[in-house]
């Protein structure tokens, strides 16, 4: 039976939040613990009044004087170290929610179907990655969610001793607390709608910051400066407004109108207390113990309300965490059989020779969901150890045929298979270890050669030399000061496109893949760097088979065969001899990039 994965349950975040509390069950006793002992001391300062101005004072006794002056100083600093105690178990505990949340969600992300994940800017990534998650955790719970129960034994045990100094003067003092729920419910959907805007604001902001330092260069090869300029400026004013009207909303719903409430019931409280001390039903000392309760009752009151308000917040972020989380995975292996077996024990089946895989399209199509193309009945096999280009115009379908190889995406109809097995009863990681891929838009971390090239291992220079080597590039790297310890940069932007794109083949050869995949690796490349980069394509197919898409059709003129594809189908194959004699669209092709003298 296949687990229930959190992107296949409603409300998966608020899942989570209440699965890592029950881990917090420990901490969140210790912490009620410490809410009853705080509770307890905070009861007791207003008794100690009644007993100062009731007892000690008129019968001047001087020593209960001085043992309930000694109370009032030490209960304080109790409440102190008590409160302090209870802050550092509320924020570990949400920091634990926080990380529970970011763990979890990150770890979904890097499964998430490609088709999937391009729906939302990688800036909506970061945004709910760190803001949204922490909203949940660091905040609501760490802020609201435990002191809204701590906040209710204090409530009770607060009523229970204004009811034993006087019940009639509680009943009165009640009647705020109908009156500021009622205020506080009727504006939830206005708190919904503050927070959702604010969350807008603030994705939005977080994805041009995530499109401006990478394409800083642009920037200012455009003159664009005062462009962005205008544009964040556009933003801050926004996000000063919203942040304007939100706090507005907070003081007015979490303080101004509770407080109004409160102090016209404190009033009535005072001048009814008055009343009951003239009467002799009352004594000063339980009127003043009395009004020391009523701000503490009302304190309480206000943060409970505060929660309620608070609670639409992180029903936003929530929302936005689910948004992701329900994103579907990529499938481990066949749909109907669970995880896939791998590679490894296909090969142990089969009998597999350790030589270039082979690969082949049956009748495959696909499209994008966009309604265009993407491939349509592709039909073609590609034999263990050849080399075969794919060219065609641009938004033919090259790339499709890579990135359905690679698992990226599904194919709506027909089959791919390596080595005779369907790639669908293949598990992913098996089928990308036993692949190379090397893409024309070379990602590298800012971190080392050598780091870049054992990625994601991190524990064998050797190896790194040995896969820089076969990609023609190792003597360039010695030559730098640091050698292999040299940092690229940020998205290798040391680097030059040539140097990028071998330190990429190297990365893929440390796999020892059975089947190289080159996706318009040298599309923007000069002529002499392409030749850098050619050669160590050649050197790298050696005994595997590899599969180049290509732009330039220098790149795969001593392929053995030629795929050229075209609105998604495949319109021309053959050898390049072959291709010109038909001149069809590969001799036109030909023709464009004046490659007469290559023949």
Known sequence: MRLQSSSERPNASFTLLKNELRNQVPRISLLFALALIGTGVALIQPYLFKLLIDTAIPAADIGLVGLLLVGMLIVPLLSAGLNSVNHYLRAYIGEGVAQRLRQELFDHLLRVRLAELDQFTSGEHVHRLTRSCGRIGEVYVSEHLLPLAMNAILLIGTLAAMTALHWRLSLLALLAFPFAYFLTRKTRGRAQSLYRDQSDLLEAGQSY??????????????????????????????????????????ELIRIVLPESINQVAAGLVLGYGAFEI????????????????LPRAYAVLQALL????????????????????????EPSGHTLLGRGPSIEEKDAETALQPVGASLAFQNVSFDYGRGDFGAWELNFSVAPGEFVGIVGPSGGGKSTIIELIMGFYTPQSGKITIDGINLLELSLESLRSR?????????????????????????????????????????????????????????????????????????????????????????????????????AIDKARAGRTAI??????????????????????????????????????????YQAQSLKSEQ
């Open 209 to 250: 910051l995530n499109e401006v330092f990478p394409g800083m260069r642009a920037i200012r090869a455009s003159n664009a400066q005062s462009y962005e300029e205008g544009r964040w400026r556009e933003w801050l004013t926004a996000h000063r407004d919203i942040k304007a009207r939100v706090a507005a909303f907070h």
């Open 278 to 293: 003239i009467q002799g039903r009352l004594t000063i000392g339980s009127l003043v113990a009395f009004i020391a309760y």
């Open 306 to 329: 505060g929660a309620h308000v608070n609670l639409q917040e992180a029903r936003i972020n929530a929302e936005r965490v689910d948004a992701l989380l329900a994103l579907p995975r």
């Open 435 to 535: 692949v190379g891929l090397v893409s024309q838009e070379t990602f590298l971390w800012n971190a080392t050669i050598s780091d870049n090239i054992l990625y994601p291992e991190r524990d064998d220079a050797g190896r790194s030399r040995q896969a820089a080597r076969e990609a023609q590039i190792d003597e360039f790297i010695i030559g730098l000061p640091d050698a292999y310890q040299t940092v690229v940069g940020e998205r290798g932007m040391t680097l030059s496109g040539g140097e990028r794109q071998r330190l990429a083949i190297a990365r893929a050869l440390l796999q020892r893949p059975r089947l190289l995949l080159l996706d318009e690796a040298t599309s923007a490349l000069d002529a002499l760097t392409e030749q850098k980069v050619r050669v």
């Open 548 to 589: 180049v898409v290509a732009h330039r059709l220098t790149t795969v003129l001593n392929a053995d065969r030629i795929l050229v594809i075209d609105q998604g189908r495949i319109v021309e194959m053959g050898s390049r001899h072959e291709l010109l004699a038909r001149q069809g669209l590969f001799f036109d092709l």
